[in-house]
């Protein structure tokens, strides 16, 4: 763009040659200037005027040359910056809906995720309030723990005193204790005849000197009678000097004092209901089979006694033969370990006790202890067949009694007390004959 000094030199000339006149006007001098003054300017003049203007000039067009090339540059830039854009981001019009539809899926899938885990979060809280809970319960326990510990301890440091008080007088039953003179009821030894060693037994006399020895007694529930063979065999619960312990006697004890010699024995069984109404059932000549036997059950006859004759069965309008097959005279002992009975399954097993079961009962003194008497087919548990302490020729079989015993006395001797109270005795024998 800028123009060199040779150009200049040749348009002066062609200036000098075209404008000679003095005076300089616009129509003689083609350059008119004031600064030149008012002549047409000469050769030297033009040329004094171009070298004090030359320089400044250059510069300017230096400059103008230098912003020219300044925004050629930017240009440039420009275009490789817009093509670097180009080439980065590329527009992909035919993806973009899909991208966007990911996006909002992970949303979703985070917003699920979130949920899900306050969730758990909320889950988790409701286990941890349960389990504190159970800590908080379990420290009160171990809190009532440490203070009976505490108490049993304090009760150790005593001396150990052995209270319970054991007669002196012995014999083959109860009743041969009180015909040596014995007035007092509590714990005697008996040993009945052909038995190698004596064993305790709670002796029952009252002031006429009538003997009763106890084989069973419910009174509290505080004994489980759900016991094995070995435990029906042998006895179980506490014997205590005034009889307010529960406890089964024993089989082999019961066998040992009923078979022992020729003399009959009787059965009493005696009941309270939960109003406070007492009866009572006699059988003569009861007694038991051997352990080969299975401890049967054997007995005459009913004397009689106010509960009736459970013994004989009992027709519950179930079935023609609910009478026949409910009799407990001559069944087998069952216990849940060992199945004597005439049902094709396990009595003794349903109703959780040892008896003689025949399919099954209309008596059962050793059944499960039920606080109130009323109980259901619900509270029977899973077997759902009446298992209380029943004697349904008094109650109904969904009644349990409050209080059981049964005792033993030779025969002769329940004939007098009988005999003396109502006379009952003697029809019922009577039609035995063999008394
Ligand atoms: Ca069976």
């Known amino acids: 763009m800028k123009l060199k000094f040779g150009k200049w030199v040749s348009l002066l000339a062609f200036l000098f040659s075209t404008c000679t006149a003095y005076v300089a006007t616009r129509d003689n001098c083609c350059i008119l200037d004031e600064r030149f003054g008012n002549y047409c300017p000469t050769t030297c003049g033009i040329a004094n005027f171009l070298n004090t203007y030359q320089p400044e000039t250059d510069r300017d067009l230096q400059v103008l040359e230098n912003i020219l090339q300044q925004i050629s540059n930017a240009s440039a830039l420009t275009e490789e910056l817009f093509r670097q854009i180009r080439t980065v981001h590329v527009p992909d019009q035919s993806t973009q809906p899909n991208v966007v539809t990911t996006y909002a899926q992970k949303s979703r899938d985070i917003i699920d995720e979130i949920i899900r885990y306050e969730n758990t979060i909320v889950a988790h809280e409701n286990t941890i ?113 005034n009889d307010q312990t529960e406890f089964w006697l024993g089989n082999e004890k019961i066998h040992l004092i009923t078979t022992q010699s020729t003399v009959p024995y009787a059965l009493r069984i005696e009941l309270e209901d939960w109003s406070g109404q007492t009866s009572y059932a006699d059988y003569a000549h009861f007694k038991l089979g051997t352990e080969a036997d299975k401890y049967r059950l054997m007995y005459s006859v009913f004397v009689g006694g106010d509960a009736g004759d459970a013994f004989d069965g009992f027709d519950f309008g179930d079935d023609p033969s609910d009478k026949f097959f409910t009799s407990h005279n001559g069944m087998q002992f069952s216990t849940y370990d060992s199945d004597n009975d005439k049902f094709d399954g396990n009595c003794a097993d349903q109703d959780g006790s040892g008896w003689w079961m025949n399919k099954c009962h209309a008596g059962h003194l050793n059944g499960k202890y039920y606080k109130g008497g009323d109980y259901t087919v619900k509270d029977a548990g899973p077997a759902g067949y009446d298992n209380g302490i029943i004697w349904v020729t008094w109650h109904s079989r969904w009644y349990s009694m409050k209080k059981a015993s049964m005792k033993l006395i030779p025969f002769s001797r329940l004939a007098a007390l009988e005999g003396g109270q109502a006379g009952g005795i003697k029809q019922g024998l009577g039609n035995r004959g063999d008394i």
Not at 164 to 187: P, Y
């Open 129 to 241: 309030q349960f389990l504190t809970e159970i800590l908080i319960s379990n420290h009160d326990k171990i809190a009532a723990l440490k203070k009976k510990t505490a108490q049993l301890e304090a009760q150790c440091q005593q001396p150990c005193q052995d209270t319970v008080q054991i007669q002196e007088l012995t014999g083959r039953d109860c009743q041969d204790i009180a015909n040596k003179g014995a007035r007092q009821s509590g714990l005697y030894f008996i040993k009945p005849q052909k038995t190698k060693e004596q064993f305790l037994v709670y002796c029952e006399i009252d002031s006429s000197g009538n003997g009763w020895t106890i084989i069973q007694r419910r009174l509290d529930g505080s004994e489980d009678f759900r016991k094995n063979w070995i435990q029906y065999k042998e006895g179980f619960g506490h014997l205590s000097p």
